[in-house]
């Protein structure tokens, strides 16, 4: 392994050899391990993302050293040519993709979609508690976020049908940092199980129903390609967050976007959302 990993590096692999394997083939080794753990821990990322990028920056020097050993032969200009094609296929796929695990990772604060609907916030009298209704959207999260200093602030009480699944984040995401206990009162389905699963303590009315399906495009205005699979794999991180088994996540996004799969409370506890 040792004599491969230096040959490649200074440039004496042989050139068939080199694209189909060094390149080609290690690529789609990195591809494959990348889409396994697409979902894990930001520590096993902190681990593969410098590996990766040893690898790309090894596949890259090899192929400059093979290619300055190769002009001296006849045909060296189309190999040249070749292995500038090839490398740089594989050093922009191995970048889009470490780029986009950052963004699945690191999610940022939602994007500036404009959402018509109107700020359904409510404090309590105690200001422990703020109740979410409606349809969840930015005006709402953007409000929330600014009164996120109250220090009384304990509970976050939901009743809503869904909503933009991108202000969910961000208000799972807040609620995440200050260690904030969620409430379903009535209703949570769709993008509000997102906002609930956040909490530290997460509860709700014996009545209560929650709703889960897997998601499908809407299209915006801002024209801003979506990725369905992309977007689900980001909420699986976060359901396996709190040891939401796989049977059941896969039962979420085994449900068709138009239907909806509303669980028992029992289920609910067994699969860690209530707690």
Not at 109 to 138: C, H, K, M, Q, Y
Request: net charge positive; aromatic share 10%.
């Amino acid at each position: 392994m040792h004599n491969h990993i230096k040959t490649h590096w200074t440039g004496h692999t042989h050139f068939i050899w080199l694209i189909a394997i060094n390149l080609i083939g290690v690529r789609f080794l990195t591809y494959g391990i990348a889409t396994v753990f697409q979902t894990a821990s930001t520590k096993i990322w902190m681990v593969l993302f410098p590996i990766i990028t040893i690898i790309l920056i090894w596949q890259i020097n090899g192929s400059i050293e093979s290619a300055k050993r190769g002009l001296d032969h006849p045909d060296g200009i189309f190999k040249l040519i070749a292995l500038f094609f090839i490398t740089t296929a594989i050093t922009i796929s191995t970048i889009w993709q470490v780029t986009d695990q950052y963004h699945h990772l690191y999610d940022p604060s939602p994007p500036p979609f404009v959402d018509p609907a109107i700020i359904t916030l409510a404090r309590s009298p105690d200001g422990a508690e703020i109740e979410i209704t409606g349809p969840i959207n930015l005006k709402q999260y953007n409000a929330f976020r600014d009164i996120l200093d109250v220090e009384k602030l304990r509970r976050v009480v939901l009743d809503s049908q869904g909503g933009n699944i991108f202000a969910a984040r961000g208000f799972h995401r807040l609620i995440v940092e200050r260690g904030l206990d969620t409430h379903v009162t009535t209703n949570c389905f769709s993008a509000c199980t997102i906002i609930f699963i956040a909490g530290q303590n997460r509860t709700a009315a014996a009545t209560a129903r929650f709703g889960f399906h897997a998601y499908a495009y809407r299209h915006n205005h801002t024209g801003q390609q979506i990725n369905i699979a992309t977007e689900q794999a980001k909420d699986i991180a976060r359901f396996k967050r709190i040891n939401t088994p796989n049977s059941f996540i896969n039962q979420i996004f085994n449900t068709p976007s138009d239907e909806m799969w509303h669980p028992t409370h029992a289920d609910l506890h067994t699969a860690n959302i209530l707690k």
